[in-house]
């Protein structure tokens, strides 16, 4: 008698777990997604509405940086890896060597915004003006050098916002403000992640900071960028799109080989209107021009 109570018990126990997930032969896919903070919001949302899609994937979103996506699809740890940046001929050269021949998808694309504090009077500024305040040896370290006045700021000191080193928002804007060769200046304030930018410059009336376009705040200021003496471009989803704004860039997702199966399907359904009007809700630029309710 005990023992027919405890294989009951056992089945009852087994059904609840069942029920749990999803009942008879049903199991739910798990997508890894991990990497670029530009792109963490925005996947989060594609993951959280594809729910609503097909119920029987999860898609698990984190962030970390475009090179800690990038090293974990060399690991063979995700299923894809959100970068703002290409993969680098060695990285590649590593996930072959892993058994990982990585297929890159241009899923949107962002305008590296240059973050002011609300008071800062700068409209515009130029990519020389950017690389003398970035760059090593660069000879702009006060707001008065480039005749500006900046209300609140300290000895008109400039404090430099930037990226950490993993982050492909801090590799793009290097290779086009300052060149593949050229590196930051000492003393640098390296945030984790891209709303940590835009938090320390609303904050900070000497700071200048770089990140996505979808990290603006009603609280900080966006500067117009002039390149080679063209025109000043403001940053804008437009702008983004049509490739005049002189710092913008694609917004990346790898896979290993060519997808297949839920992680296919998942990425049909991001380069759909659907998944394409999310991007553009966040601030992106889709890759083709959508129609959106």
Known sequence: ??????????????????????????????????????????????????????ADVVVAVT??????GIAALINGTVDIANASREMKAKEID???????????HVVGYDALAVFLHADNPAVSLSIEQLAGIYGDGG????????????????NQEIIVVSRQNN????????????GKTRDFRLGT??????????????????????????YTTDHTKLACIVNQGSACIEPSVATASDGS???????????????????????????SDAGQCIIQDKGYAPVRGVTCS
């Open 1 to 54: 008698m005990r023992k027919q109570l405890q294989i009951s018990i056992l089945m009852f126990a087994a059904g609840l777990v069942l029920t749990a997930c999803g009942g008879g032969d049903q199991q739910r896919t798990i997508i890894q997604n991990k990497g670029s903070d530009t792109l963490v919001n925005v996947a989060q949302a594609w993951a959280e509405a594809y729910q609503r899609v097909d």
């Open 63 to 68: 962030g970390g940086g475009s090179g800690t």
């Open 94 to 104: 590593q996930a072959r060597a892993a058994g990982h021949d990585p297929v890159e």
């Open 139 to 154: 000879e702009i370290t006060r707001w008065t050098d480039i005749g500006l006045e900046v209300p609140g700021c300290k």
């Open 167 to 178: 982050s492909g928002t801090y590799a793009y804007f290097r290779e086009i403000v300052l």
């Open 189 to 214: 304030r390296d945030m984790h992640g891209s709303k940590d930018v835009a938090d320390l410059v609303e904050k900070t009336p000497c700071a200048i900071g770089y990140s996505g376009l979808a």
């Open 245 to 271: 704004y002189p710092i913008a860039r694609p917004l990346l997702m790898y896979t290993s080989g060519v997808p297949t199966g839920k992680v296919k399907q998942y990425l049909d359904w991001i380069m």
